[in-house]
């Protein structure tokens, strides 16, 4: 295959902080091993071996729970091993996805010299962010992510904030985006906040409603759509998706695809899952460890559905959908954001996705326009 991207979880669910809002701790209370453990050399040179196998580019994702828990000594590990077994004209990324309380200096060093993009996991101000993302001790983190924000920006690392939304960080929407844009942090996301998996949706109290999202996905846009018509280099992943996608480009995120795409997460012991958010028992693909399972075999496992009991209903979305005027760009959303009534599908955020397209799509075109001529 031209391009492999594998979601790498080198600590398994293990964290250091214990932030309300954790769908992946939510997930491996789910599972029969909620925690794996810490991955192996063994596992980790297999992980290597089958990647460049398969492709001619590799993406080597780390995730948690926090993945920086495995120690630097992991990553040098792993980073060296690839050096040592890929060929000349493969090419190879990494990204690190981190709470950002762990990086000191020697983590600094290693990150700029491999060029590894990180995702900082940022929600906002301090009272936002530290309304949900606290440590073990109960405290806010917000200062030591700053502070590592700030490093990470001195030192010239390419990065990337991750912001959740949330009630509180939704509510807050446009001093959050002034805040990170004075600091500088121009490449931003932000990411709906996922509801427990036995819970109701909406009943929590940090939950993300429709209405709350549609009205922050408006305001973000109207202030991201100023910014980018005055020439300032700022980067909402989201947004610049939807631009990309009236031009015909395929979207980066895969809740924008309009069907599931395996993503290849992949656990500290080695069980291969289709999705970070469907990381349960019941959709195991096999283990990378085993000699028979290879990243092509589960390739031809998503593309052939009727092999897999995940991908065999992954392209149901809202019933809505076939008939809506948005459909080409939202198509459909996040199967984990489709409600099943029945034999009935809806997405939780169908609402909020036709207000903002409606409120939007005028300068979504106009913005196409100008990338299509070369003005942006």
């Known amino acids: 295959m031209k391009e492999l991207q594998l979601l790498i979880k080198p600590v398994s669910s293990a964290c250091n902080l214990a932030c309300r809002y954790c769908f992946y701790m939510d997930e491996a209370g789910h599972r029969q091993m909620g925690d794996c453990g810490r991955m192996t050399e063994e596992t980790a040179k297999i992980v290597i071996e089958k990647a460049l196998a398969a492709a001619q580019t590799c993406v080597f994702g780390f995730q948690g729970g926090e993945p920086a828990l495995a120690g630097l000594p992991f990553f040098e590990m792993f980073y060296a091993w690839v050096e040592k077994l890929k060929k000349p004209d493969q090419q190879v990324y990494y990204t690190l996805q981190t709470n950002g309380t762990l990086l000191d200096e020697a983590w600094m060093k290693f990150l700029k010299k491999t060029r590894t993009l990180v995702g900082l996991s940022m929600d906002g101000v301090r009272k936002t962010h530290d309304a949900n993302r606290r440590g073990r001790d109960g405290e806010g983190t917000f200062s030591e992510v700053f502070d590592t924000a700030q490093r990470l920006k001195q030192e010239g690392i390419p990065f990337h904030i991750l ?23 121009l490449y931003q996301q932000y990411i709906p906040c996922l509801d427990p998996l036995d819970g109701r949706r909406g009943g929590q109290s940090y939950s993300l409603t429709p209405a709350l999202y549609e009205e922050a996905l408006k305001k973000l846009f109207d202030l991201w759509y100023e910014d980018k018509v005055k020439g300032v280099p700022v980067y909402l992943r989201q947004f610049e998706n939807y631009v990309d996608m009236l031009l015909g480009g395929q979207p980066e995120a ?9 993503q290849n997460v992949i656990e500290s012991d080695g069980t291969v899952y289709p999705c970070d958010f469907y990381a349960l028992d019941e959709y195991q693909m ?13 390739k031809n496992m998503a593309e052939h559905p009727k092999r897999d009991s995940f991908f065999a209903d992954a ?20 199967k984990r954001d489709c409600i099943r009534d029945g034999s009935r599908y809806t997405n939780y955020y169908c609402e909020a996705y036709q207000g903002f397209f409606a409120s939007a799509i005028g300068r979504m075109e106009q913005l196409a326009h100008a990338r299509e001529k070369g003005l942006i």
């Open 315 to 334: 392209k149901k979305r809202d019933d809505r959908c076939p008939d809506c005027r948005w459909y080409p760009l939202c198509r459909g959303g996040c």
């Open 286 to 298: 096999g283990k990378i460890t085993d000699p028979d399972v290879t990243f092509e075999t589960m």
């Open 163 to 185: 912001c959740v939304l949330t009630a509180e960080t939704a509510a807050r929407i446009e001093a959050i985006y002034r805040f990170f844009m004075r600091k500088g942090y």
């Open 254 to 262: 895969c809740s924008m695809y309009g069907q599931c795409s395996m």
